[in-house]
Each structure stands twice: as structure tokens, then as C-alpha cells.
């Protein structure tokens, strides 16, 4: 199985005023191509810093984090940036959708930042919609879609630059119990199609639809434990 990202003894300090808070004290985590693994554990875990750190939106104080074998802990911010647009597709619990741009508009966002010409972020973001069930509803703006179809609508532009990794934050915090399994079936939908999904949760009905669970606890590993329902991805 190929490795796209290691953690290597990360720890995450926060100075708030005199005070040191350890969010995370030491975490070693390797994530291998075409896996499906949720990140649980209660309030004050570290999952959350966890999941910015791998996202790129927050750096380690101490440890090493390679993707794709580059060590990402030791690269600037432009650096980072581009990480970001390239090689993580975001999924937000909020849907993080622009309320005056389309469907379309919304999807296409990430491919302007990577500077990829209009007729290509067209084609490639009607693909992505139609990928995700909403190829009639291009043109609607989020405030004429359902919570269900935003969050489509956000997975679809999670998916439309073709990252590496898929990461998704309480992806249906925000979504009705009906809603929230339409939405983990698309993530297994995905899964099957060869993308790498971490999902963070609180949820263990939710965590279930992954194949490892990886719990934290006091900034730690708890446990690592693949689903008894699922096999270890083989590579393709």
C-alpha cells in the first residue's frame, strides 16, 4: 500500500498568555492511498487541531508531516497555499458555499486559484456536479438548494482540482438523519472510485461508514483499529 501521509512524533503546544496548552503531545499516523478512516474523540481530544495540521491550515511545533514524501511541516505559507488547492479537497460541516455565486461558480472557485483556463474549469466542474447528483442544479445558488444539496454541492468542489486526500469535518453536523446517510453513501461512492477520505467526527453512526477508526484521547492515539466490516485497501 502506498503511503501518501506520515506523521512522525507531531506535537502541537498553544501559548494562551503564560499558560501552555499541549493540544496534541505526540501523534505518529501513517494514511495510505485509497483509505477511509474517521478521526473521533471527545472535546479537547486534539482532533481538531489534528485535522488542521493535515489540512494545511495550522502547523506542527515539533515533529514531521509528509505528503507525498515532502516533509510539509518545513514549507512557507505560499507553499502551504498551494498544498491546500492541490492536494486536499475541503468539506466543512457549514458548506463554506459563496450565497451569490451558482452551483457552478462554487465548484469552479478552486480551479481559478490554480489557474486553470475558463472553458477547462467548465467542463471540469459540470463533471464534478454531475458526479454528485446535481447536473440540474448547476445554476441554482445555495439558497435555492436543501442543507443536502449544498453539502453536494461542497463535495463536489472538494473533488473538482482531483487532490490527493479528501477531508471532511463533520461533514453532516449540519444535515437531518435522512440526509446524513445520502451524504455518507456519496463518501463511500467516492471511496470506491479510488479517493483517499479522513473524516472527523463525533459521531459513531457516522464513523462506521469509514474502514479504521482512529481515536485520540489528551492529544494521543487511543487506538487505531480497522472496521471489522471492511478489508485493508490493496493497491490498485
Keep these: 500500500m502506498e503511503e501518501i501521509i506520515r ?18 503531545r505526540s501523534i505518529t499516523l501513517s494514511i495510505h492511498r485509497n483509505e477511509y478512516i474517521a ?10 487541531t489534528l485535522m488542521n495540521i493535515l489540512g494545511c491550515l495550522d502547523t506542527p511545533s515539533g515533529g514531521g508531516y509528509f505528503m507525498n514524501g515532502k516533509d510539509v511541516s518545513k514549507m512557507e505559507d505560499n507553499q502551504l497555499a498551494e498544498i491546500r488547492n492541490k492536494e486536499i479537497g475541503f ?12 452551483a457552478l461558480e ?5 480551479l481559478i486559484y490554480a489557474g486553470i483556463g475558463k472553458e477547462e474549469r467548465i467542463q471540469r466542474a459540470t463533471e464534478a456536479l454531475t458526479s454528485v447528483g446535481l447536473e440540474d442544479r448547476m ?24 487532490p490527493t486526500i479528501i477531508l471532511a469535518d463533520e461533514p453532516t453536523g449540519n444535515l437531518d438523519s435522512k440526509t446524513s ?3 455518507m453513501n456519496l463518501f463511500s461512492e467516492i471511496h470506491s472510485k479510488g479517493n483517499t477520505i479522513v473524516l472527523v467526527t463525533h459521531e459513531e453512526d457516522i464513523a462506521r461508514h469509514a474502514h479504521r477508526i482512529v481515536r485520540l484521547r489528551d492529544g494521543l492515539v487511543e487506538s487505531d483499529v480497522i472496521s471489522q466490516h471492511h478489508q485493508i ?3 490498485v
Excluded at 503546544?13 to 499541549?22: A, S
Excluded at 468539506?91 to 451558482?102: A, D, G, K
Design 7 to 24: 506523521f512522525q512524533d507531531i506535537i502541537k503546544h498553544y501559548h494562551i498568555g503564560t499558560m501552555v496548552v499541549e493540544a496534541i
Design 233 to 235: 485497501p490493496q493497491p
Design 106 to 110: 462554487n465548484v469552479m472557485l478552486p
Design 39 to 48: 478521526i473521533m474523540g471527545p472535546s479537547g481530544s486534539g482532533k481538531s
Design 139 to 162: 445554476s441554482h445558488r445555495p439558497n435555492e438548494l436543501s442543507g443536502g444539496q449544498r453539502q453536494r454541492v461542497a463535495v463536489a468542489r472538494a473533488l473538482v482540482n482531483r
Design 91 to 102: 468539506v466543512f460541516q457549514t458548506f463554506n458555499l459563496l450565497p451569490r455565486y451558482s
Design 181 to 183: 446517510v445520502d451524504i
